[in-house]
């Protein structure tokens, strides 16, 4: 089993950058895909990144390619994701994922384990 504790939202200006971590419990990180997700006020949770278990394969959903990084340093039990030049319409709640099944599951949206929530605020 893991806990997941998710970190680093904030309010930014549109053309900003803010990075979320993720930090998990555990011994085991580094057998669990990894995985972002976000969820904004009325609409329904949306795949936003995913990372294979070495950190090798990465999948990001098309409106943030270009602008987010999804990395993960399995020394330190940590996914994190870089945003940058956010827009408005990145806002939302941004949830952290894991499981063991593999990142097709994560990306998917079928994680066993999600963190809490880390609030992101983008300004125009």
């Known amino acids: 089993q893991v806990q997941l504790v998710d970190s680093g939202g904030g309010l930014v200006q549109a053309g900003g950058s803010l990075r979320l971590s993720c930090a998990a419990s555990?011994?085991?990180?580094?057998?669990?895909?990894m995985g972002w997700f976000r969820q904004a006020p009325g609409k329904e949770r949306e795949f936003v990144a995913a990372?294979?278990?070495?950190?090798?394969?990465?999948y990001y959903t098309d409106s943030v390619k270009g602008r987010f990084t999804i990395s993960r340093d399995n020394a330190k039990n940590t996914v994190y994701l870089q945003m940058n030049s956010l827009k408005p319409e990145d806002t939302a709640v941004y949830y952290c994922?894991?499981?063991?099944?593999?990142?097709?599951?994560?990306?998917?949206?079928?994680?066993?384990?999600w963190g809490q929530g880390t609030q992101v605020t983008v300004s125009s």
């Open positions: 555990g011994r085991t990180f580094s057998s669990y895909a």
């Open positions: 990372i294979s278990r070495s950190g090798g394969i990465t």
């Open positions: 994922a894991a499981d063991l099944r593999g990142v097709g599951t994560v990306v998917a949206g079928r994680s066993d384990y």
